[in-house]
């Protein structure tokens, strides 16, 4: 491609909207462009860009025994309420109308349309198990859509489902995606994670993400370096460690200390001479059909998923000031366990929940339920009996591992670019997805659904891969391998040896944006940093005397001199080496 006729719109400066570096760099590179809030143009580079991931993804997909079909975007009204998730799934699900006042939905995932077709399609367990796929258009009405490519809202992604006669079954093509899914982000030239985590609005018995690890990375993720756990902070477990309690006739009696004003953990430990460990921090919850406390060290964070998770609720969220007022007889910030009600009127059971760290304390300090009063030497099991101790805290780093012995947490971030899930018989047993088995009884089809987003793939790689001067692509994923600049235009000679370089190069099925602009070499180096291309071939005097070009490589800085086919022969390597294509 001749850059003189190409459409790659580059900015000199940062896009005041961009707020993270692959926003920024996409915008400036000329790869994308808004349209509204959330919903982009994907230009020439960006659109090759996705090209290139798609065909990493079709073939690893097509690899491991899936095949790939085409759904609607709309998606009737009637699937979604028989799966129970049309009033379940919120703003973010864009319903539509049409002339016939018929109600659709633009699909944010198609489990109710896979579903009906294969319930329809496959009766016998001889036809299973089946794997299908898209790559397609989605939209999801997100309150905030930010970061670019990110978090938009209509965006373009992989999204696959298989069904299966059994669990054993489901396991075995779980771990068959999980393995696929490796092998695409590294084709892609991407470092990439799987790490457990919710399920979220797709539902199922468990899920893993797979993340690429980027330093400005969204999410958090704890892992054991001893061990192969990793798992979304928002899910992440770790062990506390047994600690010796001694007796409760070693503690004294929980006794009241007037702490005016100072409901806080910080404001208080200072007057009270604990440590925020020692703080037993008591939130209040209100949920459907109840009220749940939850107790974590005042040194940690209540994990609101995992508490979600353990009470089952479909809403939750921390009480005002009236509901805690009416459970506690107190100000805001000086709740405490002891001497709750069982029920709160309006409202219903009143559950406590404590974190495992709560029962190795020997005693804590804690709300009195009395404003401005805090309480002494509280026992846990003595002054107040938790309705269960489970684990409620967010994971930090230095935290014991879950899963081994000897290994304590760190934290990393990454990217969320694949999502699986196993979903049981959740959308199967609704939309009527049964088969026969050997007998010819009739059984309810098992799923799992795996999703893979192409354009955050593409920002991911610019998160992951970028430096001061811009994008710097993985050779795979690269809308160009090669930048071949012509440094000055107006020379006949130096243009004729450009021409035939760009011959070659193509020729040999490489991809070559010849830059052929007449414009300063300055501005054709920055436009060419900026773009990120792998490679650049610099057409100057000393090369052409020499019969060669000048080889730069766009990651490392190195230049050298040599042949054409060299260059050539150098870059078929590579390719080769990483799985792209040329």
Known sequence: M?????????????PAEAEVVSHQLLLRGGFIRQVARGIYTYLPLGWRVLLKVTHI??????????????????????????????????????RIKDRHDREFCFGPTHEEVITELVAASVRSYRDLPKNLFQIHTKFRDEVRPRFGLMRGREFIM??????????????????????????????????????????????????????ILAETGESAIAHCPQCEYAANVELAAYRVPATATGTQADVPSAHEVHTPGRGGVQDVIGVLGVTAAQMIKTLIYER????????????????????????????LELAGPKTIHDLTNAAVGFAGPMGLPATLPDWGPVTVLADHAIAQLPWGATGANRTDYHCMHVVPGRDFTPTQYLDLGTARADDWCPRCETG???IIRGIEVGHIFKLGTKYAEPLGARYLDHEGHEQTMIMGTYGLGIGRTAAAAVEQHHDARGIVWPLP???FHIALLLLNAKDAAHTAYAEQTYATLTAAGLDVLFDDRSERAGVKFTDAELIGLPYQVIIGGKGIAQQAVELKDRRTG??????????????QEELAATGGTA
């Open 2 to 14: 001749r850059f003189s006729r190409a459409l790659i719109p580059t900015l000199r400066e940062t």
């Open 558 to 571: 190195e230049a050298q001199m040599m042949p054409v086919e060299a260059v050539v022969r150098r870059i």
């Open 408 to 410: 304590t947490l760190a």
């Open 288 to 315: 459907d059909g109840g009220i749940v406390v939850a107790l974590v060290p005042g040194d940690r964070e209540v994990n609101e998923h995992k508490l979600q998770t353990a009470t089952g609720a479909t809403f």
């Open 57 to 94: 993804v079709r073939e690893e997909l097509t690899r491991a025994g899936c095949e790939e079909v085409q759904m609607p975007c709309l998606v009737p009204a009637e699937l979604w309420q028989q799966s129970g998730r049309w009033g379940a799934y919120g703003k973010e699900l864009l």
């Open 158 to 211: 992989k999204d696959g489902y298989s069904f299966h006669t059994s669990l054993d079954d489901l396991d075995r093509e779980y771990a068959a995606m999980r393995a696929a899914y490796l092998r695409i982000f590294h084709r892609c030239g991407l470092s990439a994670r799987v790490v457990e985590a919710a399920t979220g609005n797709i539902g199922g018995s468990s899920s893993h993400e797979v993340m």
């Open 477 to 479: 994923i690269a809308p």
